[in-house]
């Protein structure tokens, strides 16, 4: 069955840098677009990036452009989302999604961005 585990968040101060993972398995990854999602307290969960199968093209929200970058390694099934710059309106639990016969979804990771 298909299986996203997100992993790599935390909590840093504005102006720091997050790296978060998403290990994939049960599916051909290599196939798939994959996504990052977030979703702050109150607020509805955001696309945050997205990339294709091959990898050779990224779209990001405005709010993170040019701060976060997406990226994917196909021979270890694992899609990451490098964030810099962050700022406390970052702060949400971000979400690895794959969208095939239906959305799946991680279990997040929380990205807490505080002095």
């Known amino acids: 069955q298909v299986q996203l585990v997100e992993s790599g968040g935390g909590l840093v101060q504005p102006g720091g840098s997050l790296r978060l993972s998403c290990l994939a398995s049960?599916?051909?990854?290599?196939?798939?677009?994959m996504r990052w999602y977030r979703q702050a307290p109150g607020k509805e969960r955001e696309l945050v990036a997205s990339i294709t199968s091959t990898g050779d093209s990224t779209n990001y929200a405005d709010s993170v452009k040019g701060r976060f970058t997406i990226s994917r390694d196909n021979a270890k099934n694992t899609v990451t989302l490098q964030m810099n710059s962050l700022k406390p309106e970052d702060t949400a639990v971000y979400y690895c999604?794959?969208?095939?016969?239906?959305?799946?979804w991680g279990q997040g990771t929380q990205v807490t961005v505080s002095s």
């Open positions: 999604n794959l969208v095939a016969a239906r959305n799946y």
């Open positions: 049960g599916f051909t990854f290599s196939s798939y677009v």
